[in-house]
C-alpha cells in the first residue's frame, strides 16, 4: 500500500521541478532560447539558502537573496550569451553550470565543497509538527510561489511582450525590423527564469535539508528539458503536467519491485519507460501533452 507521506513527498518534488520547468518554457518555449544550465541556477538557490539560514538569517531572508542573485547572475550571463546563435548558446550555458558545479565542488572554502551544507533548517520545525501536516506544509508553500509564477508568467505570455517573445522564436531578424528590442526581451526572460530556477533551489533545499555538488549534476538538466517537452514547451500549465509524468514514473519505478518480481533494475525501467514515453510525444505530439494555445492579449 503506498503511503500518504510517499505521495505528499513526491508532490513537493514535482512543484518544485514544476517551477523549474515552467523558466525553461518561457526561455525555451517562447523564446527560444536554448538553455542546458538550468541545473546552475537551481544550485544557486539552494546554495545560497543554505548558506544564509546556517548563518542564523531567517529563510524568508535567504529566499529572497537567492532569487536576486540568481536574477543578476542571469542578467550578467546574457549579455554575451544572447548575441550568439542558438547551439552556441546552448554550449554556453552547459558551460556555465558545469563551472559552477566544479567551483562548488572543488572550493571547500565556499560552501564546505563535496561535503556540501548541512543542518539547512527547515522552513518549519518537524520536532513540533507531524510528518504529515510537515508534507502538506511544504507542498502548500511551493504550489503558492508555484502560482505566484504561474500568474505572471501567463500575464506575460498573454500581453504585448508575449508577442515579442514568439516573434524571436520565429524570426528574430524580423523581429528586429520592426523596431522590437529583442536583446533587452530576452535578457529580461533570462533574468526572471533564473530567479524562477533559484526560488524552487532554496525551498529544496530547506526542505531535504542538504545539499551538495553531486545533487546538482547535468542530469537534472535533462531531466528539465524532458519534462519541458512532454508537458509542452510553449505552454504555462504544461509545466506541471511534465513534470508529474516525469516524477511519477520515476519514483513509482522505486516502489513497483515491491509488487512486480521484474527482472530489470528500477533506475533502469524508469530510463526506459521515460525514454519510451519521450519517443512517443515527439512522435505523435511534438508540441507535447498541452498543446499551444493562442495569445490572449491582456
Same mark, same amino acid.
Given at each position: 500500500?503506498?503511503? &500518504?507521506?510517499?505521495?505528499?513527498?513526491?508532490?513537493?518534488?514535482?512543484?518544485?521541478?514544476?517551477?523549474?520547468?515552467?523558466?525553461? /518554457?518561457?526561455?525555451?518555449?517562447?523564446?527560444?532560447?536554448?538553455?542546458?544550465?538550468?541545473?546552475?541556477?537551481?544550485?544557486?538557490?539552494?546554495?545560497?539558502?543554505?548558506?544564509?539560514?546556517?548563518?542564523?538569517?531567517?529563510?524568508?531572508?535567504?529566499?529572497?537573496?537567492?532569487?536576486?542573485?540568481?536574477? !543578476?547572475?542571469?542578467?550578467?550571463? +546574457?549579455?554575451?550569451?544572447?548575441?550568439?546563435?542558438?547551439?552556441?548558446?546552448?554550449?554556453?550555458?552547459?558551460?556555465?553550470?558545469?563551472?559552477?558545479?566544479?567551483?562548488?565542488?572543488?572550493?571547500?572554502?565556499?560552501?564546505?565543497?563535496?561535503?556540501?551544507?548541512?543542518?539547512?533548517?527547515?522552513?518549519?520545525?518537524?520536532?513540533?509538527?507531524?510528518?504529515?501536516?510537515?508534507?502538506?506544509?511544504?507542498?502548500?508553500?511551493?504550489?503558492? !510561489?508555484?502560482?505566484?509564477?504561474?500568474?505572471?508568467?501567463?500575464?506575460?505570455? /498573454?500581453?504585448?511582450?508575449?508577442?515579442? !517573445?514568439?516573434?524571436?522564436?520565429?524570426?528574430?531578424?524580423?523581429?528586429?525590423?520592426?523596431?522590437? /528590442?529583442?536583446?533587452?526581451?530576452?535578457?529580461?526572460?533570462?533574468?526572471?527564469?533564473? #530567479?524562477?530556477?533559484? +526560488? #524552487?533551489?532554496?525551498?529544496?533545499?530547506?526542505?531535504?535539508?542538504?545539499?551538495?555538488?553531486?545533487?546538482?549534476?547535468?542530469?537534472?538538466?535533462?531531466?528539465?528539458?524532458?519534462?519541458?517537452?512532454?508537458?509542452?514547451?510553449?505552454?504555462? +500549465?504544461?509545466?506541471?503536467?511534465?513534470?508529474?509524468?516525469?516524477?511519477?514514473?520515476?519514483?513509482?519505478?522505486?516502489? &513497483?519491485?515491491?509488487?512486480? /518480481?521484474?527482472?530489470?533494475?528500477?533506475?533502469?525501467?524508469?530510463?526506459?519507460?521515460?525514454?519510451?514515453?519521450?519517443?512517443?510525444? &515527439?512522435?505523435?505530439?511534438?508540441?507535447?501533452?498541452?498543446?499551444?494555445?493562442?495569445?490572449?492579449?491582456?
Amino acid at each position: 500500500m503506498i503511503s &500518504i507521506e510517499f505521495i505528499l513527498d513526491t508532490l513537493v518534488l514535482t512543484v518544485l521541478f514544476a517551477i523549474v520547468t515552467l523558466s525553461l /518554457n518561457l526561455k525555451y518555449g517562447y523564446t527560444g532560447l536554448l538553455d542546458f544550465g538550468k541545473a546552475a541556477f537551481f544550485a544557486t538557490g539552494a546554495y545560497v539558502s543554505g548558506l544564509m539560514t546556517t548563518n542564523s538569517y531567517p529563510p524568508i531572508l535567504g529566499i529572497l537573496t537567492a532569487i536576486v542573485i540568481a536574477a !543578476l547572475m542571469g542578467l550578467l550571463i +546574457s549579455i554575451p550569451a544572447i548575441r550568439v546563435r542558438s547551439d552556441y548558446l546552448a554550449i554556453i550555458t552547459l558551460v556555465f553550470s558545469e563551472t559552477i558545479r566544479i567551483i562548488l565542488k572543488n572550493e571547500s572554502w565556499i560552501a564546505g565543497g563535496v561535503l556540501g551544507i548541512r543542518g539547512i533548517p527547515p522552513l518549519i520545525d518537524p520536532r513540533t509538527t507531524p510528518y504529515q501536516m510537515y508534507l502538506l506544509t511544504h507542498l502548500l508553500i511551493a504550489l503558492m !510561489l508555484y502560482m505566484v509564477f504561474f500568474t505572471v508568467s501567463w500575464l506575460l505570455t /498573454n500581453s504585448p511582450f508575449g508577442r515579442i !517573445l514568439k516573434a524571436i522564436r520565429e524570426d528574430e531578424i524580423a523581429s528586429a525590423m520592426y523596431g522590437k /528590442n529583442n536583446t533587452l526581451a530576452k535578457a529580461f526572460v533570462f533574468s526572471f527564469s533564473c #530567479a524562477m530556477a533559484a +526560488s #524552487a533551489g532554496s525551498l529544496y533545499a530547506h526542505y531535504v535539508g542538504f545539499v551538495s555538488p553531486d545533487l546538482f549534476v547535468l542530469a537534472i538538466t535533462l531531466q528539465v528539458w524532458i519534462m519541458s517537452i512532454i508537458g509542452g514547451p510553449s505552454t504555462i +500549465s504544461g509545466s506541471f503536467i511534465g513534470a508529474l509524468t516525469v516524477l511519477t514514473i520515476a519514483r513509482g519505478t522505486r516502489i &513497483i519491485k515491491d509488487y512486480l /518480481n521484474l527482472p530489470i533494475d528500477p533506475n533502469n525501467t524508469m530510463f526506459i519507460l521515460t525514454g519510451i514515453l519521450l519517443i512517443i510525444t &515527439i512522435m505523435f505530439r511534438p508540441t507535447g501533452l498541452v498543446k499551444e494555445g493562442k495569445i490572449k492579449v491582456v
